[in-house]
């Protein structure tokens, strides 16, 4: 989508549609609610994936056309309506197909947000050929993609060491942690140390559950101690359920981004 509605990024790309619940996260999926009301996609562990079309991927080489000319990058947050690093057999070679888009596209910052960090290592291109999945060349270097910010969601304490752990395991230009929806006080600590820009936000939409403001409050103090950009997206299930900038406590007007 172009001019994205969603207030962290400039455009949103999907490469294909479709997912699997994973987590306590995923319990009200937007996205699955979204493709089971317009028939777009089957949701699952054998639902069938279905790969956007052609000129939605040309989009991109757009954006990035225009960026150059205007001298500044956009940002593109890949993956609203599903996990591009999913380990599912039918797409596969549309992540190879992605990762050479992100190449093509030097101007734009690709957002790539998972809840599966674990397999990122494994499914990241390699030197001295792209990555394919029909060799395991996984003993050859990563490459190094210096417009990929690699993110990944925490919606609890529960989640945090197992995500955190795989996120950092290939060479990207930023890291990021989504804590939405924010289901409980989550305390970043340390990890903060290498964490370049946190997300925060309430649950939303039909059956959100309980937001503490409290929690959020916390979690800005702790990036402000370590000086990490904090954004905060939404109150979501905040009693009155403000969702506007205006609406917000005074003290959680915060929306900042990484420096380029």
Not at 97 to 117: G, S, V, Y
Not at 141 to 166: A, M, Q
Request: charge should be negative.
């Amino acid at each position: 989508m172009e001019d994205s509605k969603i207030e962290w990024t400039d455009h949103t790309f999907n490469p294909w549609i479709g997912c699997e619940k994973v987590s306590d996260g995923c319990l009200h999926c937007y996205a699955e609610q979204m493709s089971k009301r317009y028939g777009w996609a089957e949701w699952g562990p054998n639902g069938k994936r279905k790969k956007t079309s052609e000129a939605n991927w040309r989009k991109p080489l757009s954006w990035n056309r225009k960026a150059e000319k205007e001298g500044r990058r956009y940002k593109v947050f890949c993956g609203s309506l599903c996990d591009v690093f999913e380990d599912n057999e039918q797409t596969i070679w549309w992540l190879v197909e992605l990762f050479e888009l992100i190449e093509q596209t030097p101007n734009l910052d690709w957002l790539l947000l998972t809840k599966r960090p674990e397999n990122i290592y494994d499914m990241w291109p390699r030197i001295p050929t792209r990555w394919d999945p029909r060799f395991e060349e996984y003993n050859e270097p990563h490459k190094t993609l210096s417009n990929v910010w690699l993110g990944t969601t925490v919606e609890n304490e529960e989640l945090l060491g197992k995500r955190l752990d795989t996120l950092f395991t290939s060479p990207a230009d930023k890291y990021f942690v989504s804590v939405e929806p924010m289901l409980s006080r989550i305390w970043l600590g340390d990890w903060l140390t290498i964490i370049d820009w946190v997300i925060c936000g309430g649950e939303s939409g039909p059956g959100c559950r309980p937001f503490n403001v409290e929690w959020a409050r916390r979690l800005l103090k702790e990036c402000r101690a370590e000086g990490v950009p904090f954004f905060m997206k939404q109150l979501g299930g905040y009693p009155d359920k403000r969702d506007k900038l205006s609406d917000f406590p005074e003290d959680l007007r915060v929306r900042e981004f990484p420096d380029d």
